[in-house]
């Protein structure tokens, strides 16, 4: 599984689009469709300042539990 697919996962376990995933975290439309192996650390750290209960060694590696 991609990083983007586990970022899809996640804002469906939330609850929420994944248009408001990428307005929530300030990322451009379309940008998570576009995420595959990696994500730039700008991104990153917007991502994790947005949703500080997600595991960040899960959405990079798929290891563990989606959140803390």
Known sequence: MEIGERISEYAAKKGITIADFERICGLGN???RKIRNTIGR???EDVLKAF???N???LLTGEGEYRY
């Open 30 to 32: 379309g940008s998570v």
């Open 42 to 44: 700008r991104k990153l």
């Open 52 to 54: 500080p209960d997600l």
């Open 56 to 58: 960040r060694v899960w």
